[in-house]
């Protein structure tokens, strides 16, 4: 019975702070972060507990999830090697695809690993956004007046927006 009210009296506590947790960066599940994160925060910092280190333990999770989908993954792996060594990238989807079947071979990837054409290039890469946000990465299509798909990967944190390498809401 004891333990049955230490667990209510927690629970309501955590009631009374969900709705107060701020999540500037939210892992897969919020809803559930934000939860987690009232109910560390009810059993408390001195106690080993807090929405720090809870956040700091999900991301972690979270981040080698995506290593190790990226290591499965030839084109997850080239374009990340790529944008770590040639920086930011504002070019056609085609330009892209051609760059990346010459950038694999110096990576040990077969360029026939990749997406055959730049439109199967531009269906994959699409979902692509969290596993880019999480390396600190943002990706954005646009259309050019020719009818051309346009694909701009800039580190998180340009133009004056909060570097945070985690992932954001949608």
């Known amino acids: 019975a004891q333990y049955l009210g230490g667990l209510l009296d927690v629970l309501a506590a955590?009631?009374?702070?969900v709705n107060t947790i701020q999540?500037?960066?939210k892992p897969r599940l919020?809803?559930?972060?934000?939860w987690a994160c009232a109910v560390a925060e009810v059993l408390?910092?001195?106690k080993g507990f807090g929405k720090d280190r809870l956040l700091a333990a999900m991301f972690g999770?979270?981040?080698?999830a995506y290593d190790q989908s990226i290591a499965n993954d030839p084109l997850a792996f080239v374009l990340l090697e790529a944008l770590n060594e040639l920086g930011e990238m504002d070019l056609l989807?085609?330009?892209l695809h051609n760059g990346l079947a010459g950038y694999a071979p110096k990576k040990g990837v077969s360029p026939h690993a990749l997406p055959k054409s730049p439109a199967a290039l531009s269906r994959k890469l699409k979902g692509y956004?969290?596993?880019l946000e999480?390396?600190?990465?943002?990706?954005?299509?646009s259309d050019t007046p020719d009818h051309c798909r346009n694909v701009t990967i800039k580190r998180l944190g340009s133009n004056g927006a909060d570097a945070c390498p985690r992932n954001t809401t949608d």
């Open 30 to 34: 919020a809803d559930y972060c934000r």
């Open 61 to 64: 999770v979270s981040a080698d």
């Open 134 to 141: 999480t390396k600190g990465w943002k990706m954005d299509f």
């Open 93 to 95: 989807v085609s330009e």
């Open 129 to 131: 956004h969290k596993l």
């Open 14 to 17: 955590a009631m009374g702070k």
């Open 44 to 46: 408390g910092v001195a």
């Open 23 to 25: 999540l500037e960066a």
